[in-house]
């Protein structure tokens, strides 16, 4: 390994993050998504979803969609995931290929993390109805897969669950 390379695979898992460590891995849908809102038509999806650590005190986050046929790439975000220090507050920092940027916080408690959004931005010509709120809620169940269940209210929509999703993890 060069000496300007980062060895992600050795870092030290800042104790900061211990809180959330049983988010770490990749994770592939099983069984696919279901999908739902109000003005869209039920649809499923699969989803990849990888979450590290280069032990900073954060982790690192990308999901990524594909349609269950064909395999086209759908919905992706990235970002990062933080800890207040001493406390079981966390913040969730996502960028999204639809063009929303956002912050939602919220709290880890056990194996459960629940936020909601905080603040919202979307570049100027997005989709409408645009996007107003969001709340998610993570958790890791008792088979050792991780759910994830996204909540959403649009300028045209009270906030309404729009996707629910099963992980199975694959790597550590």
Known sequence: MASNEINTETSQLNPVIEPLS??????????????TFPTMKPFQYLEE????????????????????????????ECGFIRIKPDTNKVAFISAQNTGLVEVEEGEVNG?????????????????????????????????????????????????TQHLHITYKKVTP
């Open 49 to 76: 979803v990888q979450i590290s650590h280069v032990g900073q005190p954060m982790l690192n986050f990308s999901f990524n969609a594909f349609h269950p046929d064909t395999r086209k790439p759908m919905h992706r």
């Open 111 to 159: 194996q459960e993390l629940s936020i909601a959004s905080h603040s919202i931005a979307r570049i100027s010509f997005a989709k409408k109805p645009h996007v107003e709120q969001i709340t998610r809620k993570f958790r890791l169940n008792s088979d050792g897969k991780l759910e994830q269940t996204v909540s959403m209210a649009t300028t045209t929509q009270p906030m």
């Open 22 to 35: 049983w988010m770490l891995g990749t994770w592939l849908s099983d069984p696919p998504g279901d999908g």
